[in-house]
Antibody, heavy 123, light 107 residues
Framework: EVKLVESGGGLVKPGGSLRLSCAAS????????MNWVRQAPGMGLEWVSS????????FDADSLKGRVTISRDNAKNSLYLHMHSLRAEDTAIYYCARRMVYSSTSWGAFDVWGQGTVVTVSS | EIVLTQSPATLSLSPGERATLSCRAS??????LSWYQQRPGQAPSLLIYDASNRATGVPARFSGSGSGTDFTLTISSLEPEDFAVYYCQQRSSWPLTFGGGTKLEIK
């Protein structure tokens, strides 16, 4: 069974840091582009960051650029998101998601999602 | 940044009726559009990719169409489990963007 399980969320003070993790199973992790997508309470979906299978390429949303670092450990089938200088507006459910891959340069839709981990930024 | 505008924001229909959801892109994205369903308290799930391709396991009552800037998700005959929020998303260019969503509610 293809599965993504996030962890690492919690309550953090403004200005604080957090590292989210996503454990993947049921597929060849290194073959896929992996991503973080977030959803603020009562709001829509917002793409956060993406990383290629070899970690050679990363992409971040402008709203978070400089405050997040996406990384992966293919030996551990794990994806990470390190966030710092957190703000109240970063409060959200953070989802780990896999993208379909057509070729090394053509990546498709988000076809597998985890259940999410909740991050709350509050004093 | 490509902006995706979904309409209507809320759609009230009854089981058995046909639902038509719209997604408009601020510039041409060819067919590089996906649709997701999100039920309350659950993660999103992929319904349609590349405008018209059903994802694995998605019932045939769901169909997608369109290219360029105008896209449609059609549910031919609503089942009770179809009442949810639907999002479109483009992969034509970075940053990846989502529409604001259409909430499909029971009338």
């Amino acid at each position: 069974e293809v599965k993504l399980v996030e962890s690492g969320g919690g309550l953090v003070k403004p200005g604080g840091s957090l590292r989210l993790s996503c454990a993947a199973s049921g597929f060849t992790f290194s073959n896929y582009v992996m991503n973080w997508v977030r959803q603020a309470p009562g709001m829509g979906l917002e793409w956060v960051s993406s990383i290629s299978g070899s970690s050679s390429q990363t992409f971040d949303a402008d709203s978070l650029k400089g405050r997040v670092t996406i990384s992966r450990d293919n030996a551990k089938n794990s994806l990470y998101l390190h966030m710092h200088s957190l703000r109240a507006e970063d409060t959200a459910i953070y989802y780990c998601a896999r993208r379909m891959v057509y070729s090394s340069t053509s990546w498709g839709a988000f076809d597998v999602w985890g259940q999410g981990t909740v991050v709350t930024v509050s004093s | 940044e490509i902006v995706l505008t979904q309409s209507p924001a809320t759609l009230s229909l009854s089981p058995g009726e046909r639902a038509t959801l719209s997604c408009r892109a601020s510039q041409s994205i060819s067919s590089l559009l996906s649709w997701y369903q999100q039920r309350p308290g659950q993660a999103p799930s992929l319904l349609i990719y590349d405008a018209s391709n059903r994802a694995t396991g998605v019932p045939a009552r769901f169909s997608g169409s369109g290219s360029g800037t105008d896209f449609t998700l059609t549910i031919s005959s609503l089942e009770p489990e179809d009442f949810a929020v639907y999002y479109c998303q483009q992969r034509s260019s970075w940053p990846l963007t989502f529409g604001g969503g259409t909430k499909l509610e029971i009338k």
